[in-house]
């Protein structure tokens, strides 16, 4: 089945420092989303990426596809105490309905 | 900026009652959605709904379980006959085209369910 997975699990970096997370899927996509969710809080969209795009910015934000390898990646770059949350990557299988989040990677950013 | 608003925060039931879990989405927003993430675990799709019927529903979404539009506003879920492994946070989202479209889905903050 569809699945989204991310890794690491978990990473621990310093303020100021760019936080990489990637993702893997397994089958054949429409777009590929990210979001964020603090502890116990609903989940924030932060940006999409169709199956025809490479890579795409939104302020701190980069991500990569690569429907090649069936992965994506989300670079944070100069990581602030705040951006500590899980992020999960989420698929969005062709002409479906559904969407398939991954496990996601639980960032800490230590100021 | 609008938001999808859900009711209530925390539920706590008995086993076995039944429960109704409340969202309104956004207002010109044309596809709904539920999903559940038990505590540490992933988000897990429960059902879509689009034009007053399910799209597409998970292996979750048995029986027990409906959707509801009952007015212009409204997106409810119902458990029927709640069982301890229902205890999750559930979510509810809405989006103005469908996922394969690429458009976001937008979330409400979540209500915690406990069942005892």
């Known amino acids: 089945s569809q699945q989204g997975e991310e890794d690491p699990q978990a990473l621990s970096i310093q303020e100021g420092e760019n936080a990489t997370m990637n993702c893997s899927y397994k089958?054949?996509?429409?777009?590929l989303q990210w979001y964020r969710q603090n502890s116990g809080r609903g989940l924030v969209h932060l940006i999409l990426i169709r199956s025809n795009e490479r890579e795409k910015h939104s302020g701190r934000l980069r991500v990569t596809l690569d429907t090649s390898k069936k992965s994506s990646s989300l670079l944070i770059t100069a990581s602030r105490a705040a951006d500590t949350a899980s992020y999960f990557c989420a698929t969005v299988s062709l002409g479906g309905f559904k969407t398939i989040f991954g496990a996601g990677t639980r960032l800490f950013v230590k100021a | 900026e609008p938001e999808v608003t859900q009711t209530p925060s925390h539920q706590v039931t008995q086993m076995g009652q039944e429960v109704i879990l409340r969202c309104v989405p956004i207002?010109?927003?044309?596809?709904f959605y539920w999903y559940r993430q038990i505590l540490g675990q992933k988000v897990e799709f429960l059902v879509s709904?689009?034009?007053?019927?399910?799209?597409?529903k998970s292996e979750i979404f048995d029986d027990q379980f409906s959707v509801e539009r009952p007015d212009g506003s409204n997106f409810t879920l119902k458990i029927r006959s709640t069982k301890l492994e229902d205890s999750a946070m559930y979510f509810c989202?809405?989006?103005?085209?469908?996922?394969?479209?690429?458009?976001?889905?937008?979330f409400g903050p979540g209500t915690r369910l406990t069942v005892t």
């Open positions: 709904f689009y034009n007053n019927e399910i799209s597409e």
């Open positions: 207002s010109n927003h044309l596809y």
């Open positions: 989202a809405s989006s103005l085209t469908a996922p394969s479209g690429g458009y976001e889905q937008y």
């Open positions: 089958t054949s996509i429409n777009n």
